[in-house]
T-cell receptor
């Protein structure tokens, strides 16, 4: 596609429910990143994919968070048993490869856990 | 661990004034540095990317400089316009890693 697409743009859920956030990167981009942006805080790295592999999962906050990428394209970030502190904007970015410089970000998913 | 600091946190200027945004980082072993713009409720848009071997990059009214040895980058925006109002973020990619470390951003308001 023309840009990085994320869905849904907004998600309101109840505490304890599971949520899935989707990222569709720019076609042909092999590197994909998930970041989290909480109110008043900077961007927090969550996970990086090169192709379908995730060499760096160090940023996932807990074992309630998981992510996968299939076909070297779409990625899904899953949060199980959501907590109120999970409320944030989840941003996805892609680049043409691990050595590429420029990152292209999607518009994010605003997650609100009530 | 790379720490990225942006000063000031917020800036308000009259239209036409030049903007100077500062970014400092603690580890000079970087691969590149990017400046992003973020509008409220939106994602990030890459403005300028400076490779570690470069000293500056320019695009239109924007100019970014990099002094790796002192751990500093500056984003200059000439002749500011109300449409430049946004949050500007600096991000550093380490030489031996893929993940970017972001500053907290500078929120700019340009008054008409």
């Amino acid at each position: 596609g023309a840009g990085v697409s994320q869905s849904p743009s907004n998600k309101v859920t109840e505490k304890g429910k599971d949520v899935e956030l989707r990222c569709d990167p720019i076609s042909g981009h092999t590197a994909l990143y998930w970041y989290r942006q909480s109110l008043g805080q900077g961007l927090e790295f969550l996970i990086y994919f090169q192709g379908n592999s995730a060499p760096d999962k160090s940023g996932l906050p807990s074992d309630r968070f998981s992510a996968e990428r299939t076909g070297g394209s779409v990625s899904t970030l899953t949060i199980q048993r959501t907590q109120q502190e999970d409320s944030a904007v989840y941003l996805c970015a892609s680049s043409s490869g691990p050595s590429a410089g420029k990152l292209f970000f999607g518009s994010g998913t605003q997650l609100s856990v009530l | 661990k790379q720490e990225v600091t942006q000063i000031p946190a917020a800036l308000s200027v009259p239209e036409g004034e030049n903007l100077v945004l500062n970014c400092s980082f603690t580890d000079s072993a970087i691969y590149n540095l990017q400046w992003f713009r973020q509008d409220p409720g939106k994602g990030l848009t890459s403005l300028l990317l400076i490779q570690s071997s470069q000293r500056e990059q320019t695009s239109g009214r924007l100019n970014a400089s990099l002094d790796k040895s002192s751990g500093r980058s500056t984003l200059y925006i000439a002749a500011s316009q109300p449409g430049d109002s946004a949050t500007y973020l600096c991000a550093v990619r380490p030489a031996n890693d893929y993940k970017l470390s972001f500053g907290a951003g500078t929120t700019v308001t340009v008054r008409a």
